[in-house]
């Protein structure tokens, strides 16, 4: 996928620009915030789409009933690492304007998608693959906010983009209107889907017959739970689940967890509700220096179909639990939530932001884009 | 100026050794610039880099400081990432590390013939390797007034070797003058290089002379013998720069005379001249023979002035006693020399001047007489400053409180020389004096003798007369002297010596190297460049005691 320079960005821009003429826009006059800044942790809200509490279906059940206290230690664990691939996407997304047309108006969001994979050769890290698309995101073409007109010819626009290899797209939500509590924030989130489905494209390209991947985050979508030997690896995660131990009294997630010191694993859980699809444990990596009681814990995400749980499996359960708490070297102290981050995602977010681009720019796609509506 | 690429480079495909860096932190500027380091590369301080501008346009560098990056953002970082001050925490991978280098701008170059480009260096252009071209560039040698004189070589990491030159016209005149090396003894190698570079200056020009003060054993009085001591990696050097392996021409050796005649010399030379000195040689130069004797009211310089003023057909007059040697001057009796130069019957200096003048002439040198195989140094030095002609004075075994006296009294006799001949007639003349703190110390109110060597120091350009000093320690040399150098050449030196003004050309990272610095390897600073470098040389093609 070809990255494009400034100036060509801006003339594809202005296509857009061009398409959308007859209306009027109104640009953000800031570069900042970016959109992500204005909403809450995306990990622990993917996360939360796992275990929807409006659905009252949050109860998972302990796959290893006969698990001492429900938990197990992992430093006796012998394991031969097995993960090669760590990858992380990110999204920048900004609010270039609001484009206004007889009595309709809507946003419109660029959002500069990445996905970047680290390789582990020996004890070294390695940069593997890195894509990014450039998407402008447009409301639903049954909303009634644009016309089938300009829809059409931003349609013409993006296939042009696609077929020519550039990294620029056009996307339009899903969801009508009606279905929308906030378009903006609908946008972001089309922009998140579109960052899922690009670390999907890029992990599906990895050879993961023998070596394994370990993407950020929870792994929820289908495309990821079709991955081979891949687990999703989440430093902060839903607090819905309630755990059923098997005993009866099922406990809040923080009062299970509490119980977990370093170097040890929860047992293996999946969904009250779920029969196939993926089961979670959860690994504590560090308790030293005093931290939150979610705090130093990841939640590992694993696609397995079934009931139970063989011996092989949990041998794998057990190696693959090893393996993540051994990666709590180096740490990333004193960045965020440093605690739980592990350093080859890290590198992976790393190489995406040294790509990024500069934010004045990005401020200037939406002056770019007002001044071509407008004729200038 | 337009830089013409060599071979490697106009086919495009020169090493690239890392790509320039200009973050946000710390960008690029007009006299600096910053590049990572490709993995696994040979590269170190002093090494000579080019940044690649564009097609038309480079920046030549010297490495001058570097860093070795990782991400963890501080000590505590590696602490905890290392289970918490566990030394033995197996880590689950590296850290991503990057060697940073960070070079001084030397110059920038076209291949186009447009003027140079002195806007800072951009970021993610590769640098490779200086090669000769880019390094004759980067010091100049297009722009060289007189003669290329070798200077030394460079070193670079990748193991290639370059000569490095510098203007004769800036070395020994006219546009200025002098060399300086400094170093703590031993280590620095200071003599030798200074000879190393008469060696070059000899083979590479016909219009000097040199004059050597020879100070330690017999370190310099075998300069016109075969080296016994050159390695196949001295030759090499000789080779690359140019210059034959053959010890000096056209040498002169004056010793000094030994109590009952014969040189005062250790491992005499076979070929010399015995110097000596009766009164009458130096009745003009008392004043430096009292030198180091305090005379805060005058009454010495009196004296001094009245021997000078009335010294007639080989004597002076004290009233009724005549003195022509020094022993006359010894017995003169005070009365008759207080009432000739003070005017009065009684007076303390007459006394004092004699017990000054016997303890100062105490040495054997000084003669009643001279014998007929004697010379005077001040004549026989004026008749020998000719093209290609090296005089080397031996001072070694003469008495500390005599040596300043003979320096000063050479000197003085070369700058009336000069001063009195036309400079066309006369060669450039190199004055080569080791332990100049003694010679020309530190000093608000130099003696007669520091004098002399400052009056060259701050003229001598002029008067095609070149000083050539070496010390330990710059810092106990007068600031003239040092000052007016346009060469200095620093050998190992400790930290608390760098720390004076007289290394302000050196920045914080050169300083550092000059502590580890080896046999034969100095850091040089000439004028016309913009930074100093990392050169080593041979060893000098004369025979040295072993």
């Known amino acids: ?376 | 100026m337009v830089y013409e690429m060599d071979a490697e480079e106009e086919r495009g495909d020169p090493q690239v050794i890392g790509k320039t860096s200009s973050p946000f932190s710390s960008p690029n500027t007009v006299t600096e610039f910053s590049f990572w380091v490709k993995d696994k590369m040979r590269l170190n301080p002093n090494d000579m880099i080019v940044a690649q501008r564009t097609d038309e346009s480079r920046t030549i560098g010297i490495i001058d400081e570097m860093y070795a990056y990782t991400d963890a953002q501080n000590h505590l970082t590696n602490y905890i990432g290392s289970g918490l001050g566990d030394p033995g925490a197996e880590q689950y991978v590296e850290r991503v590390a990057s060697l940073v280098a960070k070079a001084q701008v030397l110059r920038n170059m076209r291949t186009d013939g447009l003027a140079e480009n002195y806007t800072p260096v951009s970021s993610d252009r590769p640098v490779i390797y200086a090669d000769g071209n880019a390094i004759s560039m980067a010091l100049g040698y297009d722009d060289i007034k007189g003669t290329a004189i070798p200077a030394g070589l460079i070193v670079q990491s990748n193991g290639e070797q370059y000569p490095v030159f510098v203007d004769s016209d800036y070395l020994i005149g006219p546009q200025s003058a002098h060399a300086n090396a400094s170093g703590i003894s031993g280590l620095a190698t200071k003599t030798s290089y200074l000879m190393f570079l008469c060696h070059a200056i000899m083979k590479s020009l016909d219009d000097v002379s040199i004059l050597i003060f020879n100070v330690k054993h017999s370190d310099l009085l075998h300069i016109d013998e075969p080296a016994l001591d050159l390695i196949d990696e001295d030759r090499r050097m000789y080779e690359k720069l140019g210059l034959p392996i053959e010890p000096f021409d056209d040498v002169h050796y004056y010793l000094p005379r030994r109590e009952g005649g014969g040189p005062d010399s250790d491992d005499a030379p076979e070929n010399y001249e015995l110097y000596a000195y009766s009164l009458s040689d130096v009745y003009r130069d008392l004043d430096l023979l009292l030198s180091e004797v305090p005379d805060d009211y005058n009454t010495l310089s009196a004296f001094t002035g009245v021997v000078r003023d009335r010294w007639a057909t080989g004597q002076v007059n004290f009233r009724t006693s005549s003195v022509s040697t020094w022993n006359d001057l010894l017995t003169c009796p005070d009365a008759d020399i207080a009432w000739e130069v003070y005017g009065q019957a009684r007076h303390p200096t007459p006394p004092r001047m004699k017990r000054e003048i016997r303890r100062l002439t105490r040495y054997s040198a000084f003669v009643e007489s001279k014998g007929p195989t004697e010379v005077y140094l001040g004549n026989e030095i004026r008749s020998n400053i000719t093209p290609g002609r090296i005089n080397v004075i031996d001072i070694n075994r003469v008495h500390s409180t005599s040596q300043p006296f003979i320096i000063g009294d050479v000197m003085r006799n070369l700058e009336n020389f000069y001063h009195e001949s036309e400079l066309r007639d006369i060669p450039h003349l190199i004055v080569l004096i080791d332990e100049l703190n003694t010679f020309a110390p530190h000093s608000t109110a130099p003696g007669p003798v520091a004098e002399q060597i400052i009056e060259i120091a701050r003229k001598g350009r002029a008067r095609k007369m070149a000083l050539f000093g070496a010390q330990q320690f710059k810092s106990e040399v007068h600031k003239q002297v040092w000052g007016n150098a346009t060469l200095h050449a620093i050998g190992r030196t400790g930290s608390a010596e760098l720390r004076h003004a007289a290394y302000g050309e050196l920045g914080k990272s050169v300083k550092e190297m000059v502590f580890s610095l080896g046999l034969g390897e100095l850091i040089l600073s000439f004028s016309t460049w913009r930074s100093p470098i990392k050169v080593t040389f041979p060893r000098p093609p004369y025979r040295r005691p072993l």
């Not at chain 1, 690492?81 to 992380?88: A, E, I, M, S, V």
């Not at chain 1, 300009?150 to 209107?177: A, C, H, P």
């Open chain 1, 1 to 376: 996928m070809a990255f494009l320079g400034y100036s060509d960005q801006i003339n594809e821009l202005k296509k857009i620009g061009e398409c959308l003429r007859g209306g009027d826009f109104i640009e953000s006059p800031f570069d900042y915030p970016v959109e992500e800044h204005r909403r809450g942790d995306p990990d622990q809200r993917d996360d939360n789409l796992n275990f929807p509490k409006k659905e009252r279906k949050y109860i998972v059940i302990n796959m290893e009933p006969g698990l001492a206290d429900a938990k197990k230690r992992l430093h006796d664990i012998a394991y031969e690492p097995r993960f090669k691939y760590f990858l992380d996407g990110t999204l920048k997304t900004k609010y270039l304007g609001e484009y206004l047309e007889g009595n309709n108006n809507f946003p419109i969001l660029s959002s500069e998608i990445s996905c970047a994979v680290t390789e582990k050769v020996g004890s070294q890290l390695r940069p593997g693959r890195l894509e990014k698309r450039l998407a402008f995101i447009f409301p639903h073409k049954d909303s009634g906010l644009i016309s089938d007109t300009k829809y059409d010819k931003l349609v013409r626009i993006n296939q042009l983009w696609i077929d020519s290899g550039n990294y620029m797209r056009i996307e339009f939500l899903q969801k009508k209107t009606d279905e929308m509590d906030n378009i903006r924030y609908s946008m972001l989130g089309k922009a998140r889907d579109l960052m899922h489905k690009l670390e999907s494209e890029v992990a599906q390209q990895l050879d993961t017959d023998d070596d394994w991947l370990i993407i950020d985050g929870a792994i929820r979508k289908s495309l990821f739970l079709k991955l081979k030997n891949t687990i999703g690896l989440a430093k902060s995660f839903s607090r819905n689940p309630i755990f059923d131990l098997g005993d009866g009294d099922p406990l809040m997630i923080t009062s299970y967890l509490s119980r977990i010191k370093e170097g040890e694993r929860t047992a293996v859980f999946r969904k009250e509700t779920e029969t196939e699809g993926f089961i979670f444990w959860y690994v504590k990596l560090r308790d030293f220096p005093p931290m939150e009681p979610l705090g130093g814990i990841v939640k590992i995400d694993f696609s397995y179909e079934g009931n139970e749980l063989s011996e092989d499996t949990l041998s794998i359960i057990d190696e693959i639990s090893a393996e993540v708490y051994s990666m709590r070297f180096p740490s990333l102290y004193p960045e965020p939530r440093w605690p739980s981050y592990i350093y080859p995602i890290r590198l992976a977010e790393r190489i995406m932001q040294s790509s990024y681009l500069n934010s004045e720019i990005i401020g200037i796609f939406g002056r770019e884009l007002r001044k071509t509506i407008h004729g200038v």
